[in-house]
Each structure stands twice: as C-alpha cells, then as structure tokens.
C-alpha cells in the first residue's frame, strides 16, 4: 500500500489524467443504465406494478394482450382451479384521448380492472371509481401535463365516448402511454355490445385481453389444461412481448456493454504504459528482495483506488443529474442496481489491469538493472 499512494501522490498530473477519463466513462456508464431502466420502466409500468404473477392469454397471440381475447367462460373456469380472489380479468387496449373541447389528442392505454380487486392501482389524488360508476375513469398524473385536472371531460377519438376523471394515479404507463383505468361497466360500453365471449349468455357478457392470476404455484400447467385455446404465461413473457420493449433494451444494453469493454480497455492500456516505462524500478525492487505479489498488489491497490474514486464521483454527478432532469425524460437507478454496476464496473477494471499485473511478475530483475545500467 505504502509503494502505491507513494506513487500517485508523485506523479499525480498522470493518474488525474486517468481518474477523469474513468469518472467520464463510469458516468456515462451510469447514466445510461438509468436511461435503459427507466426507458423499460416506463414502458411497462402498469404490468409490472400488478401484483399478478402470470397472465392467460388465446393461444397464438404471440403474448401480447392487445392479440388476446378471452371471455367469462374462461375466467370462471380459472377462478373453479386457482380460487376466486386469485384471478381478475383485465382489458387493454391503446386509444386516443383529448380533454372536451380541446383538440390537442394524447395517445393512452385504456386498462379495464375491478375496481376493487388487487389489480386496482392505487389512486393518489381524488377519488377512485366503483363497479356501479358510470362515465368516470381515473387515470396517470402525466395526463396533467396536457391540462387534464379532476373533473376533466376526456373524449375518446375512435367511440365518441366520454369519461369524467375522478381521479389520479402514480407511475402508471404501458407501451410509453399513460394508463385511464375503467371499470367492466365502462368497457362493455365501449365495445359497443357487439363483442361477446364464447360461449357466454346474452349479447351483455364483455370480452377481456387477458386473466391476470397470483398465488398459483405449480398450477400453471394443470390451469393450462382446463382453458383449451388459451396460454398461461408469466409476467416477465407479458413485459417482453410489448413492441419494440425487447429492441429498445437491446440496444441500450449493448451501449451498456461496450463501455464496459472500453473502460476496461482503456484502464488496461494505460496501466499497460506504465508498467512498461516503470520496468527498470520493478527490477531494482526485485533486487532488493521485493516479492511479486507486493509489487501486483501494488499495482491492482493503484487500480481499486482509481475505480472507487472514479465511481464515487460518478454517483454524485448522475445523483445530481437526475435532480435537474425534466420529468418528461424517463430516469430510473434503484439502489441495486447502482451497487450492481459499480461492482460490475470494478469488476471490469480489476480484469482490465491483469494483464500489466501478469507482466509485473514476469520482469527479470537482472535484465532490468542491466538496461538501467546500459
């Protein structure tokens, strides 16, 4: 320890240079991780704020509830195999909205659930709706950006239909579109009567997109069984399957991995240089008796220190970014997964300054003093 702050106290013009290159790509590490969790948050919040574990949905709908249809029949048949209070349906889908009288248009999700079952989302300002409301829905806080207040009239663009808002919800997106919750009532409406589910009696009996199920342990097999024509799938297949979610997070991982790459790299080459221009002294240490694991520890002490100054840096400035950052720009670093990146980001430097620790151990002493002495 002594030898290695020795060291980088002496040359500090050197090992400033490459603190500020790793606290820039450690930031840039950081920040875009946040980008890519919140990007994947905000695109399927609502799912994954359900408490449900897994999802049937018609077979051959490529997991996607938007492709699904299922009726009462098959939500009875679900409620007889995992119980009554384990199984809610729900109904999606993607619409238009604009506030009466205005013509600005916002894209939404509409999500038709019980209003008193666990699928409700919690409502944080006004009030919430029941199975008996009629014309009243609630809906995401990012709907107040586009002047949506309580009491608002929305219109949707393609029935006609109007719905007061009755109150507000937190963090409640899918597909990037704010979520209007609705219940059975309101959605039957908006079908129109026309859709019925199979096997239903009346023209009254509403369709759904899916089933959302908890506590089913190993049922899943035994409930995909019963449901002939149906899925049952889990949450994360549910997450995965929305467009262009796997795409997205796909490019912004592999953005994620190669600064990875590059910062190991860039660690490696620099500490790489130094080992080769500090060679001579290497070898007069080793004259003196200095074993090799002193001199790599040495050198991988020199490495910890750089990445946890650099990270801790890193922290304060993303910290401060996000404070500043516009709502609008989907943010998100949960605390683990700021400890798993920077472990990663050790992780990567400690194997990007092996290599000059491999070539530590491997100086001659003798060879060393003779190119000194020459």
């Known amino acids: 320890m002594y030898l290695a702050i020795r060291e980088m106290r ?6 400033a240079l490459i603190a500020t290159i790793m606290v820039l790509v450690s930031f840039l590490v950081l920040f875009v991780t946040g980008l890519a969790q919140g990007l994947a948050y905000d695109n399927a919040a609502s799912i994954k704020n359900m408490a449900a574990s897994h999802f049937v949905l018609e077979q051959d709908s490529n997991h996607r509830f938007t492709r699904s249809q299922v009726g009462q029949e098959q939500l009875h048949e679900a409620r007889s195999v995992v119980g009554q209070e384990n199984a809610e349906p729900l109904g999606v889908q993607m619409t238009t909205i604009s506030p009466a009288g205005d013509t600005k248009k916002v894209d939404v999700a509409l999500f038709m659930v019980n209003p008193d079952s666990w699928l409700a989302p919690q409502v944080v300002e006004g009030s919430t709706i029941s199975d008996e409301s009629s014309g009243q829905v609630v809906v995401d ?5 586009s002047g949506v207040t309580l009491g608002t009239v ?24 704010p979520v209007v919750f609705l219940n059975e009532q309101e959605w039957l409406a908006l079908q ?5 589910s199979q096997g239903a009696e009346g023209a009254d009996a509403p369709a759904y997109n899916a089933i959302a199920l908890k506590n089913i342990g190993d049922q899943a097999d035994s409930l995909g069984a019963a449901l002939p024509g149906t899925e049952v799938i889990t949450k994360s297949d549910v997450v995965s399957a929305i467009p262009g979610y796997k795409e997205e997070q796909g490019s912004l991982l592999m953005m994620i991995a190669f600064l990875y790459v590059i910062s190991a ?3 490696a080459v620099f500490f790489y240089v130094i080992t080769i221009q500090k060679t001579s002294q290497f070898g007069i240490l080793k004259a003196i008796g200095t074993r090799n694991a002193y001199l790599a520890g040495s050198v991988s002490l020199q490495v910890l220190v750089l990445s946890v100054g650099s990270l801790v840096i890193s922290v304060l400035l993303v910290r401060l970014f996000e404070s500043i950052l516009p709502a609008s720009m989907p943010f998100q670093l949960g605390t683990s997964t700021l400890a798993l990146t920077c472990l990663l980001f050790l992780f990567t430097s400690v194997a990007g300054s092996l290599f000059s620790v491999w070539k530590v151990t491997k100086i001659d002493a003798l060879d060393a003093i003779g190119r000194t002495a020459a």
């Open 192 to 196: 129109g009567g026309s859709r019925t």
């Open 265 to 267: 790299f860039v660690l």
């Open 154 to 177: 929305l219109v949707d663009q393609a029935s006609g239909t109007e719905w007061t808002v009755s109150g507000f919800v937190q963090n409640e997106s899918f597909s990037h579109a």
């Open 10 to 15: 002496f040359a500090k013009g050197r090992y």
């Open 141 to 145: 806080q990012k709907l107040a950006k």
